[in-house]
Every structure is written in C-alpha cells, then in structure tokens.
C-alpha cells in the first residue's frame, strides 16, 4: 500500500511509556482544543548543504533547545492545521492533506526556510497517525487535529536565515473548537489593529500573525466577542479575515462573497472546498474586494443575508453579530434555511464518509478493522 511505502522513511521508535487505556480515555472524553495531546509525534531534522535527515516517529516529549534558537528570537517559523477522521467502519482518512503539504512550502518559502516535501509531510503525519491510531475518536464532530510545523533552531543571535531546522508534527483528539452559543459567534471588527500588510506575511501561516492578533483578540473578548474580523491594512475598508478563519457571506439571491485572496490573507483549504462545494450548487461565488460598510449596509437593507466563519478548527461557525466601537449589528437567523447550516452537513457528511467524494479529497491512511 503507498501509505506504508510513504511511513517507511519515517523511523518508528515507538513510546515505551504511552498512556494507558484508561488515561486516554480520560484525556479524550471531552478535550479542550489543543491541550491533550497522543504519545507520539513526528520529527525531522534540516542542516544547510546537507538536507532533512533523521526522520522519525518518536515518544512526544519537550524540545530540549538552545536559549538562542533563532525561533524563540525571531519567529523563523510556519506552521499547519489538518484533521483526520474516523469513519463509522473505523477506518481513519485525511482530508486534502496535499493541499496543507502545499501551503505549508509555500510558506516555508516565505520564512526563508527549507521546504518539506509533500512525500515527508505525508509520511509524517500518517507515520504519526498510524501510531497513535487509539487516539483517534469516533465520536460525532470529534477528530484527530495534526499540527505540522517547521521551526528554526539554530543557536544565532543574527537576523539571518537559519542554518538548522527542525520539521515537527504532533496530534491531539479534538471537540468542537468555538462554543457557539444561540445562533452564532459575535464578531469584534478591530479598527486599530491590523492582521497583515501587503508585502508581509500575511498569507504565510506563521507565528508572527498570530502574536499580532493576540491583543485584539483580547479587545474582542472585553467587548464580549468571540473572534476578531481584520480589516486591510492600507485602506482600512475591506474584510479580510478573522483571526483563524475565512469569512463567506451570502446574498439575498443566493448568491456568495468572499474576500478575493490578496496575499494579505490566508488561502484557507476549508474555504476553497465550501467554494467548490456551492458551486457545485450552481451558486455564484464572488471573490473580491468586499467593504465592511458593503456588509452592514447589505444587512440593513436584507441585501445581505448570512455571514459565517469557516476553517478547519472551527469548520463552518455562523456569524450572530458584528460588533466595533460605533455599531452592534445583529445578523437575521435563518434557522432551518442557513447555507452555513447545508454546506456544513455537506462538508462534514464527506469528511466522516457519510457522502460521495466527488472531488477525490479524502485520502485513507488507515484500514478499517477486520471482521
Ligand atoms: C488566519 C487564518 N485564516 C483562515 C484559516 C482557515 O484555513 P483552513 O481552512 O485551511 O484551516 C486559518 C486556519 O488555518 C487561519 O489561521
């Protein structure tokens, strides 16, 4: 099978202090995102002239590192978000991982650091997976969450690219991401703060972008918000993105808008797949230039009908309320009609196997059992 010939590079040095059955369980029954995390994890090391060597699945464990690793200084860095699923016949599948591969080298090239090939990120993950297959859950919304990140670990003080890198992929059992009270998130549009800036880093996922959002991301919560919607940078006009999401908004006539991606914003894998998916439908999608006022005018006027939120963590989250210094504008619920509501059972059926895979985007890395 190619996914043992792909793992085969990774060497498997399993744990010999795993969690027992009765941890995991424990661990797994309702998880915070992103604080439990399985036995093992994937890793792989980069010196320059020499390439990545070392590639294997070891115990998780704390990174002993330098105190000047050019990481900890200077956020050489980039990183990925990808989920793997568990059917009901127990079988455990990846979706559009070569997607995450892409972008992935895509912004490692932004970082200036060496690119993992998507063969390397492939046979990591699923060498990480099929170790650690027990800690993928089969209950509903649930998955396994895999975080694939490549950080700069040279001990250097310079600002230069860095000379030794490691490759890193560690997993953990997820639950819902956002807890969506009601119909929805209320969103803190941020008029002060910015996410990106044409010419930086904006469409890279890397470190730096999201310490930039930590301090609005507090201003929302003290507003009573769940997330932040980031205008662009140079006119202060358009949507770009939430902090860790894609934004879609529909029109009265069915029709979708979204952001056209700028290269201020993240090219998010969920929201290609629900444009695909609505046009599929038949929809219009349109991607450009969308201004904020172009929003809350088009609520007001009902031009405008549904906003939501879409990303891996948090899949499809309906938007309830857009909320800044001068409005509070309340998005009409549309319960029972929503697109939000359809694409998401559209794209979760495919996810957990439930539908066809008409764009072949599910990858299978482990067999259901037998019998
Ligand atoms: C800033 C940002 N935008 C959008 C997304 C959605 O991307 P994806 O659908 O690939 O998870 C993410 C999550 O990765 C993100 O961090």
């Known amino acids: ?65 330098h105190p000047g690793a050019a990481v900890l200084h200077y956020a050489q860095q980039a990183f990925e978000g990808l989920k793997a699923y568990r059917h009901e016949d127990g079988s455990i599948w990846l979706f559009r991982p070569e997607a995450n591969a892409a972008r992935l080298a895509a912004s490692c090239r932004r970082m200036a650091l060496p690119e993992v090939s998507e063969q390397d990120f492939l046979a990591a993950i699923e060498g990480v997976i099929a170790a650690d297959q027990n800690w993928v859950p089969g209950t509903p919304g649930a998955s396994l969450y895999l975080r694939p990140f490549v950080i700069a670990t040279e001990p250097s003080l310079l600002v230069q690219p860095a000379h030794e890198v490691d490759f890193l992929v560690t997993a953990s059992p997820v639950g819902a991401y ?75 006539d069915g029709g979708i808008v979204t952001p056209r991606l700028t290269g201020t914003i993240l090219p998010g894998v969920t929201r290609d ?64 009609e929503s697109v939000a509501d359809a694409v998401l059972a559209r794209l979760t059926d495919l996810q957990y196997g439930r539908a066809e895979d008409p764009h072949g985007w599910m990858r299978k890395v482990v067999d259901a059992p037998e019998g």
């Open 178 to 252: 956002l807890s969506t009270e009601g119909d929805g998130v209320a969103i803190w549009v941020s008029r002060g703060y910015h996410r990106a800036n044409p010419g930086g880093t904006g469409e890279a996922k890397t470190a730096g972008n999201y310490a930039a959002s930590m301090l609005p991301q507090r201003e929302a919560k003290e507003h009573g918000c769940q997330q932040v919607l980031f205008l662009d940078a140079k006119e202060d006009t358009y949507v770009e993105e939430l902090g860790g999401m894609n934004v879609i908004a529909v029109r009265a």
């Open 273 to 336: 797949s629900i444009l695909t998916l609505l046009r599929d439908e038949g929809r219009e999608v349109e991607e450009r230039d969308l201004a904020l006022t172009e929003i809350l005018e088009g609520l007001e006027s009902g031009a405008i009908v549904e906003l939501f939120a879409c990303g891996t963590a948090a899949v499809v989250t309906p938007i309830a309320r857009l909320v800044s210094d001068d409005f509070d504008v309340a998005v009409p619920s549309r319960e029972g």
């Open 1 to 65: 099978m190619e996914t043992q010939a792909l793992t085969a590079s990774f060497t498997v040095i399993p744990n010999r202090h795993p969690a027992s059955a009765e941890e995991r369980w424990i661990a797994m029954e309702n998880p915070v995102f992103g604080k439990v995390f399985t036995d093992h994890m994937a890793r792989a090391t980069w010196r320059d002239g020499e390439g990545w060597a070392d590639r294997r699945i070891v115990a998780l464990s704390p990174l002993p590192m």
